[in-house]
């Protein structure tokens, strides 16, 4: 095995833990208030059970699928995250990851890779967007990432500005100065390798977000952006039929929970949709987007594309999610732990373990292909599912 190789998605964790800055560790960990819904997340997953067949099972199985018009080899997409010191190549490693293996990229407009070199790095890049700044401004924005060629848009909705972790928030500089060097100084010395790798790249870990900055000016600071959102009039269901026009191409709206806002998004002219609290880092004490699949996929599946993304760890939690309706899930936690534990070859090794546990399953369910899932596959304990949002336009 090539140095590095882990075997699981946890074990990836392990060594991020060990790697990593007591400080970027916790920014991946994330998470909002008591973590309810973080642990749902991956909790609800483990409620759900296999129908596995043994015999009469199919020796050549199809993996394959397309999301918003791409074609992929698995159906999976890297969800977009927030700029990250866990890499010297950040998201350009993700998005070459992705790329050899056959999985699409979500770059986040908070991200510390410009959108040119990432769409570079992978050609079935989607660029995602939160509200933030003017009208003008978001036009300005979402040009720039059409004219670097990416694929589709993705819009980010489920963000209400909480703070404070029972666990503590890591403290993260503004920018990396003599004072920063100095504060942060101990945690990073203690962790050797990931120090080396950004020393050997000649770059400092960069807390700037390039794709959020004006024609001509220097990118903002994560911290300035996030102030400017702050300040943004939050988006009405207008102002999303409004930038879902403008972009007039594959368009995804990120964070639906709820039957009548899944609606609502298919009424202001979505293709997709994906089913998620954000990776629990948003209203804590908003269940597991698993739970709240069933409903959605009901209530537009045979309108919009409905993928979900939250708690995904193993192939097996891909296949539930496809069993219970999902056209693909996106995932985050999952290739952050594996970029922090061997680079890009530690993401493309978390893509791998995704595939070969998907393969499993649905090699175990006697099905030829993830199209064939359906929800006789799993067994779904009573109470499990919650259809948020469902009386109001019953
Ligand atoms: C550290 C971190 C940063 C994130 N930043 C963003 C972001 O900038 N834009 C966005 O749409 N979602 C962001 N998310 C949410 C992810 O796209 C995704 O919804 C979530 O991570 C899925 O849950 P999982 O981590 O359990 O797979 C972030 C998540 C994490 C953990």
């Known amino acids: 095995m090539a140095s590095g190789w882990f075997e699981t998605v946890?074990?990836?964790?392990?060594?991020?833990?060990?790697?990593l800055p007591r400080s970027v560790y916790g920014a991946l960990v994330a998470g909002s208030e008591r973590g309810l819904t973080t642990d749902d997340n991956t909790a609800a997953f483990s409620e759900l059970g296999f129908a596995p067949h043994v015999?009469?099972?199919?020796?050549?199985?199809?993996?394959?699928?397309?999301?918003?018009?791409?074609?992929?080899?698995?159906?999976?997409?890297?969800?977009?995250?927030?700029?990250?010191?866990?890499?010297?190549?950040?998201?350009?490693a993700v998005a070459r990851a992705a790329a050899a293996r056959g999985v699409a990229m979500g770059l986040s407009s908070f991200a510390s890779k410009s959108v040119e070199d990432v769409a570079a790095a992978n050609p079935q890049t989607f660029f995602q967007m939160y509200w933030v700044g003017s009208r003008d401004v978001l036009v300005q924005r979402m040009e720039r990432a059409r004219k670097a060629g990416v694929v589709g848009l993705i819009m980010t909705l489920d963000w209400s500005f909480s703070h404070g972790r029972d666990w503590g928030s890591p403290a993260i500089p503004e920018r990396i100065d003599l004072r920063a060097a100095l504060k942060f100084g101990p945690e990073c010395v203690v962790r050797p390798r990931w120090l080396y790798d950004f020393v050997r790249s000649g770059k400092i870990p960069d807390l700037t977000t390039p794709n959020l900055a004006s024609p001509g000016e220097a990118a903002p600071t994560f911290f300035g952006a996030y102030g400017e959102w702050m300040q943004t009039p939050l988006p009405t269901w207008d102002d999303v039929a409004w930038l879902r026009e403008q972009w007039n191409g594959p368009f995804m709206l990120k964070g639906v929970m709820r039957v009548d806002d899944a609606r609502r998004a298919v009424d202001a002219g979505v293709t997709a949709?994906?089913?998620?609290?954000?990776?629990?880092?948003?209203?804590?004490?908003?269940?597991?987007?698993?739970?709240?699949?069933?409903?959605?996929?009901?209530?537009?599946?045979?309108?919009?594309e409905v993928l979900l993304d939250g708690?995904?760890?193993?192939?097996?939690?891909?296949?539930?999610?496809?069993?219970?309706?999902?056209?693909?899930?996106?995932?985050?936690?999952a290739y952050l732990w594996g970029l922090a534990a061997n680079g890009q070859a530690g993401v493309e090794n978390v893509l791998d373990i995704l595939r070969g546990g998907i393969d499993s399953a649905v090699l175990g369910l006697g099905r030829r292909s993830v199209g064939e899932l359906t929800p006789d596959d799993v067994l779904v304990p009573a109470g499990f599912t919650r259809a948020l949002g469902a009386s109001e336009h019953a």
């Open 10 to 19: 946890a074990e990836a964790q392990r060594r991020a833990r060990r790697r």
């Open 311 to 333: 708690g995904v760890r193993r192939g097996g939690d891909v296949v539930k999610a496809l069993a219970l309706g999902a056209r693909a899930v996106l995932i985050g936690r």
């Open 55 to 92: 015999a009469g099972l199919s020796g050549d199985r199809d993996l394959t699928t397309s999301v918003m018009g791409q074609q992929l080899s698995m159906p999976v997409l890297i969800s977009p995250t927030g700029v990250q010191a866990v890499h010297p190549d950040g998201e350009v």
């Open 273 to 304: 949709i994906s089913v998620s609290n954000h990776g629990g880092n948003n209203l804590d004490g908003t269940p597991a987007p698993i739970r709240a699949l069933p409903a959605v996929v009901d209530a537009v599946g045979g309108q919009v």
